[in-house]
């Protein structure tokens, strides 16, 4: 195995300390004091179920229209990640990845010694997912095609047809579909389905780091087929085993007022959408409409993406995320759940620089 850098985490890592980072795409962290809650306190800290809580698998499987019994609850989704293609890839088999496309959804793969074969969306074309080059890509013999739905950097969504088309291919190659769906909700009243209603060569992954705003419980899930799931929980017992016990309860709870969470996000991304929509407006160096769903935009700039990051960073402190981590470097990835009032400052940064630049 031999797993490229995950380049983007490396770069948030060196960047900690900058005053605004206006590129990250979860929605603004939420406190253990907004649950208004005490823990258990016969909470059992030695034990938990290897799958996941009874509780916590049942909520989840409701927000995928499954059953508890297609719920394995993981580490972070990224740990999803990692056990579905340590699974169900081996060395040179094909397999398709979305492009753009979060990074660790293209190099886990890659890890593994799959040939990975990126499918590329045109940002001229709307970021159009074009159907006919994925069922060619994956000819006969495609063992996993990857999506994220919502798209992140792009936020464009797989409808209900892109689904079943996507389920008609991998029935003909005898592989299957991965979908990260991490930000499908944050869609709101245009949420596309959860792959899980798709059939047994479906799998979704989720989390509640990014609509809830509680990335360090790295509480994820798998939902798919129960015969998968088998296979992962079996690779899961090498990695973490049972999650944090502690980490469920607290997820349980966000689970329980996920409707509350929805409310809390649409609100934070309505105004910072309509701010973003307007910045972009006055900088012309920047191509592309502000996304109606999401919580990333990945505009198009004119002027170089490595350096503006570089000079927003050394003068004003500011972090957007290069395209580069995307696989398509002349965009760049700014987020919309965070602080308000820190948007619009990072906006008019980047709209001082560009402005110096032209
Ligand atoms: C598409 C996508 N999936 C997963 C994650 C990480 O999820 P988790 O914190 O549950 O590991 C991210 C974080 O940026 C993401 O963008």
Request: glycine share 8%.
């Given at each position: 195995m031999d797993f490229p850098p995950f380049e983007h985490l490396l770069y948030y890592e060196r960047v900690h300390g900058a005053r605004l980072n206006i590129s990250y795409s979860n929605i603004r962290e939420f406190h253990l004091d907004g649950f208004g809650r005490s823990l258990p306190k016969d909470l059992d800290l030695n034990w938990t179920f290897r799958n996941g809580t009874p509780e916590i698998r049942r909520l989840i499987a409701r927000r995928h229209r499954a059953s508890s019994?297609?719920?394995?609850?993981?580490?972070?989704?990224?740990?999803?990640?990692f056990l579905v293609n340590t699974s169900l890839v081996h060395p040179r088999d094909r397999v398709l990845v979305d492009v753009p496309i979060y990074s660790p959804l293209r190099d886990v793969?890659?890890?593994?010694?799959?040939?990975?074969?990126?499918?590329?969306r045109d940002?001229?074309?709307?970021?159009?997912?074009?159907?006919?080059r994925w069922r060619k890509s994956a000819g006969r013999k495609a063992r996993l095609l990857v999506f994220a739905n919502l798209n992140n950097p792009t936020s464009t969504a797989l409808s209900r047809s892109d689904i079943r088309e996507l389920a008609d291919i991998?029935?003909?190659c005898d592989g299957h579909?991965?979908?990260?769906?991490?930000?499908?909700?944050?869609?709101?009243?245009?949420?596309?389905?959860s792959v899980a209603e798709f059939g047994p060569r479906m799998i979704a992954l989720s989390t509640v780091t990014k609509v809830c705003g509680l990335g360090t419980l790295r509480v994820g899930w798998i939902v798919g087929a129960p015969d998968l799931l088998d296979r992962f929980a079996g690779m899961k017992d090498y990695t973490t085993g049972g999650g944090s016990a502690l980490s469920q309860t607290i997820a349980t709870w966000a689970?329980?007022?996920?409707d509350f969470f929805l409310r809390r996000a649409k609100r934070?991304?309505?105004?910072?959408?309509?701010?973003?929509?307007?910045?972009?407006r006055e900088m012309p160096a920047l191509q592309g409409d502000v996304p109606s769903c999401g919580t990333v935009l990945f505009p198009h700039s004119t002027v170089d993406v490595a350096r503006l990051a570089s000079r927003l960073l050394k003068r004003y402190g500011t972090v957007i995320a290069e395209g580069r981590f995307f696989g398509v470097p002349d965009h760049f990835r700014l987020g919309l759940g965070g602080e308000t009032q820190d948007l619009k400052r990072g906006l008019a940064n980047v709209r001082r620089l560009l402005r110096s630049a032209s």
């Open positions: 019994q297609e719920v394995l609850v993981t580490t972070g989704a990224t740990e999803g990640n793969p890659r890890g593994v010694g799959a040939n990975v074969v990126e499918v590329p940002c001229q074309d709307g970021w159009r997912l074009d159907l006919d991998v029935e003909e579909v991965l979908v990260d769906e991490t930000f499908r909700e944050l869609a709101f009243d245009d949420t596309p389905p689970l329980g007022r996920w934070i991304l309505d105004v910072n959408r309509k701010l973003a929509a307007e910045a972009l």
